[in-house]
Each structure stands twice: as structure tokens, then as C-alpha cells.
């Protein structure tokens, strides 16, 4: 039984669809390659910026906590 014929969504060449293909099904091989992850793109934070950020972050779930539990009068 022969291998259905697809249509790449990105470059439009005929390919084969087989079993166990990584990638996508209606990508062709050449396109179904992860693309490489820039992990320089990823920001080191020191330790002054996390507390920072630990700090605001607990002053919003105690402003989201005084809204959501006040009482009113």
C-alpha cells in the first residue's frame, strides 16, 4: 500500500506521509524541523531583581486578596 501523497503548508512541495514522521502532518520533512531555541535570549536575573520581582508579586495577591475578601460595610 503506498504512502499518501501531502502538499506542504509552508513550501508547497509534494512529500510522502509515513508512519512515524516527526513533525507535523501537513509539513514535508524539510519543514516539520524544530526550529533552535535561543537560550541567550533568556534572561539571568541577580538576586536584587528577583526580590524585586517576589516583591511585587506579593503585593498584587495581597491588593487581589484585600479586593476579593473586604468586607463591606
Not at 531583581?49 to 491588593?63: D, F, M
Amino acid at each position: 500500500m503506498p504512502f499518501p501523497i501531502k502538499v506542504c503548508a509552508v513550501c508547497s512541495e509534494e512529500f510522502e506521509l509515513k508512519p512515524d514522521k516527526p513533525g507535523f502532518a501537513n509539513r514535508c520533512p524539510e519543514c516539520s524541523t524544530p526550529e533552535h531555541d535561543d537560550s541567550v535570549t533568556k534572561l539571568r536575573m541577580d538576586a536584587d531583581e528577583r526580590k524585586s520581582v517576589s516583591e511585587a508579586n506579593e503585593a498584587r495577591r495581597k491588593a487581589m486578596r484585600e479586593l476579593l475578601y473586604r468586607k463591606d460595610s
